[in-house]
């Protein structure tokens, strides 16, 4: 069974960081691609970064220079690290995961995903 599991959510000032992390069990890490989206209150879900089973990354423009992607395939394990946090940053914050996936920004190319954590940055 594929889990995967957030964690590092919480509540930051605006200007602030946080730094998520995302562990995947049940499923070799090594041959996935792994993304982050995220979802507001009433929004839609949307992209914020990719890094591929071959380490490239893509962030979405609203995130790029704050926000960077990594992967550490020693422990299975997904990173998001997040500067400069704005309130409209604000949302619950899930990983997803492709098998050989590569720079996908939409939801229904991943197959895994997990159950998200809570970013809340106030002003």
């Known amino acids: 069974q594929v889990q995967l599991v957030e964690s590092g959510g919480g509540l930051v000032q605006a200007g602030g960081s946080l730094r998520l992390s995302c562990a995947v069990s049940?499923?070799?890490?090594?041959?996935?691609?792994m993304a982050w989206f995220r979802q507001a209150p009433g929004k839609e879900r949307e992209f914020v970064a990719v890094?591929?089973?071959?380490?490239?990354?893509r962030l979405a423009d609203s995130v790029k220079g704050r926000y960077a992607v990594s992967r550490d395939n020693a422990v299975n394990t997904v990173y998001l690290q997040m500067n400069k946090l704005k309130p409209e940053d604000t949302a619950v914050y899930y990983c997803?995961?492709?098998?050989?996936?590569?720079?996908?920004?939409?939801?229904?190319?991943?197959?895994?995903w997990g159950q998200g954590t809570q970013v809340t940055v106030s002003s």
């Open positions: 997803a995961a492709q098998n050989y996936g590569g720079l996908s920004r939409g939801t229904t190319d991943y197959t895994y």
């Open positions: 049940g499923t070799p890490f090594s041959t996935l691609g």
């Open positions: 890094v591929t089973w071959t380490s490239v990354t």
